[in-house]
Nanobody, 125 residues
Framework: QVQLVESGGGLVQAGGSLRLSCAASTRTFTRYTMGWFRQAPGKEREFVAAISASVRRTSYADSVKGRFTISRDNAKNTVYLQMNSLQPEDAAVYYC??????????????????WGQGTQVTVSS
């Protein structure tokens, strides 16, 4: 129902920053709560952050609070993830996700049908 394309991944040193972008192709972007998940090799996909459709309430995994910031530009159909103070444990493929039924607070536990292809984040120590 919505196509998602991530960008902005790359290689950074520990302590560095990256900003990920997710462009959504849909006529109804403002209906979707948007989120970021990540998956490291050999591990399950985990929730990172979410932002609601209109009010832009946010939710973060404890592991990234104070370091990552999620935001969205509804005029551009784009959601962002600003990642600061990156650590080796943050290295993963980061996926953009959309869910019209979830809130920012429930995005982590709701089933997600719409995923992007992912963008690789590598952090060197």
């Amino acid at each position: 129902q919505v196509q998602l394309v991530e960008s902005g991944g790359g290689l950074v040193q520990a302590g560095g920053s990256l900003r990920l972008s997710c462009a959504a192709s849909t006529r109804t972007f403002t209906r979707y709560t948007m989120g970021w998940f990540r998956q490291a090799p050999g591990k399950e996909r985990e929730f990172v952050a979410a932002i609601s459709a209109s009010v832009r309430r946010t939710s973060y995994a404890d592991s990234v609070k104070g370091r990552f910031t999620i935001s969205r530009d509804n005029a551009k159909n784009t959601v962002y993830l600003q990642m600061n103070s990156l650590q080796p444990e943050d290295a993963a493929v980061y996926y953009c996700a959309a869910n019209v039924w979830a809130t920012a607070q429930t995005m982590a536990s709701k089933a997600v049908n719409d995923w992007g292809q992912g963008t690789q984040v590598t952090v060197s120590s």
